[in-house]
């Protein structure tokens, strides 16, 4: 009786993966504005046709990239919203995580930051969707503070949306640019922000 052959990732799944391995080392290294997809094509010994069978143009490379990058932001956040703190702690320690990686990639990895700051500048779609996800973390542990009686909030979508135009200037690349540039203290903003937002959602102490 033959063994039954084990599945196995797909010849066209390994070579794009390759393709968005190859591109993200060049992003974070030349910039995703000075990759060209020749480039990429030469480094993965194709021709740029074949780069084209995998991603219809250099956008699409862009976007994807894009996703694997604000998908390091998104696993932060999840992590913190699965702990068992409390909902006001989970959301101080949610926000403040995103805060300090967005500013760690400003000061550590300057082209990937440059690359988020045209994306949300831009509104690429997966900066939309990575948006709508962290809001709803954020309705998540909103939620669970009402539950538990932290917050007092009537309608938490509405919370959640509020707290992200809340701490925008906080987590867009372009904002925690201008405070950097400038010398701005965005350890105190980020504390007086947090207090702001803790009191709009009900938590008085």
């Known amino acids: 009786?033959?063994?039954p052959v084990s599945r196995t990732r797909t010849d066209p799944e390994e070579t794009r993966s390759r393709i968005l391995e190859v591109a993200e080392n060049f992003f974070r290294t030349i910039g995703y504005q000075k990759t060209s997809v020749a480039d990429i094509a030469a480094e993965l010994r194709m021709s740029p046709a074949n780069i084209y069978r995998?991603?219809?143009s250099k956008g699409a490379i862009n976007e994807s990239i894009c996703g694997r990058i604000v998908e390091e932001v998104a696993d932060i956040a999840f992590t913190i919203a699965r702990t068992d703190a409390p909902a006001p702690e989970k959301l101080t320690k949610l926000l403040?995580?995103?805060h300090e990686h967005n500013k760690a990639t400003l000061i550590?990895?300057?082209r990937t930051h440059d690359m988020l700051s045209a994306a949300m500048h831009e509104n690429w779609a997966t900066i939309k969707d990575h948006i709508e996800r962290m809001t709803l973390i954020i309705e998540g542990v909103i939620r669970?503070?009402?539950a538990s009686g932290d917050?007092?909030?009537d309608d938490p979508a509405e919370a959640a949306r509020?707290?992200?135009t809340a701490f925008m200037t906080f987590v867009h690349p372009q904002?925690?640019?201008h405070c950097i540039l400038h010398g701005e203290d965005t350890e105190e903003g980020l504390r007086e922000q947090l207090r702001f937002i803790l009191r709009g959602l009900g938590k008085r102490n």
């Open 175 to 177: 904002m925690i640019e």
């Open 54 to 56: 995998f991603f219809p």
């Open 108 to 110: 550590r990895e300057k």
């Open 144 to 146: 669970e503070g009402i």
């Open 1 to 3: 009786m033959m063994k």
């Open 162 to 164: 509020c707290v992200k």
């Open 96 to 98: 403040t995580a995103i």
């Open 151 to 153: 917050f007092d909030v």
